[in-house]
């Protein structure tokens, strides 16, 4: 896949989807820590385009938004609406949950997608699929001194990793584009938001999971 070749229409609706939702964690997270407009937009803008930066520069393509500006301007928007908007203190963190949790799993398409496009081996795509995803939320998380989600024991690459690879499989048996975007999404989102409400965490050596494994996690 080249840097100008077109993507589906369904790809741009969920990438760009992906954005949106990203960029509304990263700013409620600037919100959470009282920063300005311009602390908005900055963690805002980089958690929506973190991931699909770093898979950019992992395939060696040109790094989408800096071809098409499209994506940096939604970010924008987004952190500014959610900079006049922004809910009570007590919503903030389940809404940075909920919103991070939609786009890990528009990311795990876009990304495994793009990665296939562009030539990439089945487990290369999967893993790009999984960075896309996490990527960004990871660069909010360390820029604002809060502990990544990646890092906290919660089902969260993972459920990257279960989207990417449901999609990465449609597509090798040659299932319809929106079907396989769609069941892929529903796969990574769904486990995503059952590790949420029921606290669903990787065990320590020696467990596999465990449910309800504390009150602070971000269900609260």
């Not at 900055?42 to 395939?59: A, E, H, S, V, W």
């Not at 487990?123 to 995803?133: E, H, K, L, S, W």
């Not at 069941?183 to 949420?196: D, H, N, P, T």
Request: with cysteine.
């Amino acid at each position: 896949m080249a840097a100008n070749d077109p993507l589906s229409i369904g790809i741009l609706v969920i990438m760009y989807f992906g954005d949106v939702v990203f960029a509304v964690s990263g700013a409620l997270t600037a919100a959470r820590y009282r920063m300005d407009v311009l602390g908005f937009v900055l963690i805002g803008t980089i958690t929506g385009i973190g991931g699909g930066t770093i898979r950019d520069l992992l395939l060696g393509r040109p790094v989408w938004w800096t071809q098409d500006p499209t994506e940096l301007i939604l970010c924008v928007a987004a952190a500014l609406i959610t900079f006049f908007v922004s809910p009570g203190e007590n919503n903030r963190r389940r809404g940075m949950v909920w919103a991070d949790a939609l786009g890990l799993a528009a990311f795990a398409v876009v990304g495994c997608h793009i990665a296939l496009a562009f030539g990439a081996p089945f487990v290369v795509a999967v893993f790009m699929g999984m960075i896309t995803a996490t990527g960004g939320g990871l660069l909010r998380d360390v820029i604002t001194n809060t502990q990544p989600m990646i890092l906290c024991g919660q089902l969260y690459a993972t459920t990257a990793l279960v989207g990417s690879l449901t999609y990465a499989t449609l597509a090798y048996l040659a299932v319809p584009g929106l079907m396989a975007e769609t069941a892929a999404f529903l796969a990574a989102f769904s486990l995503r938001a059952a590790a949420i409400v029921f606290d669903i965490r990787m065990g320590p050596p020696g467990e596999f999971l465990r449910i309800g494994a504390s009150k602070d996690s971000t269900s609260e």
